[in-house]
């Protein structure tokens, strides 16, 4: 990739992208100044505005990033081999639980980046809105089609609908987001998360 000047750039762009994620997660959109994120970056003011056009143009690029990071990596668990829909449910959550915790062991971001964004620049940037609301269609249509299988199956008895599960589930994921980033430990995200699970396969009533 060439600059105005017809120079080959000097850094890795997504790279770049990827520190300023890391800034951003940890900081917010307004606590992370310019010198944040040209020191996370390792560069000059100049080529930060020179490359990504303004501090809310880095933010969107960095937020997709990390977006479709975790997106992806929630279809490579739910399109394993080898697994019903309930176990594939079951180690999503698994996943979600972990990478919280390695999160606080690694001193990275406060909660989920999507969370805190949604809670509060979503509102105020159309653009960031948008990329948000396409990554929850995207889960939302992965969940479905999860559902869906089990369903089919019979191994998932619940009469909710799949689409009506597979928001339940989304709400699920963030809960277990915002319990973490209120303290809760790993046993007790791994309680929420076996707990959820209980409506894919309801028990009938005593005496049904």
């Not at 490579?76 to 019903?84: F, I, K, M, P, T």
Request: proline share 3%; charged share 25%; aromatic share 8%.
């Amino acid at each position: 990739m060439l600059t105005a000047m017809g120079r080959p750039r000097l850094f890795d762009e997504d790279r770049a992208v990827e520190a300023a994620c890391r800034v951003f997660w940890t900081k917010g959109y307004e606590g992370a100044s310019t010198e944040d994120l040209c020191e996370a970056t390792d560069l000059r003011r100049s080529s930060v505005y020179n490359t990504f056009k303004s501090k809310a143009d880095l933010f969107r690029r960095a937020l997709s990033h990390y977006v479709d990071t975790m997106t992806d990596r929630q279809i490579a668990v739910l399109s394993e081999d080898g697994y019903n829909a309930v176990e594939r449910i079951r180690r999503l959550l698994a996943v979600i639980v972990e990478a919280e915790m390695e999160n606080r062991r690694s001193g990275y971001g406060s909660g989920c980046f999507t969370v805190n964004t949604i809670t509060g620049l979503a509102s105020k940037d159309p653009l960031v809105a948008e990329i948000l609301d396409k990554d929850l269609k995207r889960r939302l249509s992965l969940l479905q089609s999860v559902i869906d299988d089990g369903k089919r199956a019979g191994i998932i008895s619940s009469p909710m609908d799949a689409q009506d599960l597979a928001w339940y589930f989304v709400a699920v994921i963030y809960g277990i987001r915002v319990a973490a980033q209120s303290g809760a430990d790993e046993a007790e995200l791994v309680c929420i998360a076996s707990a959820s699970t209980a409506v894919l396969a309801p028990r009938p009533p005593d005496g049904g």
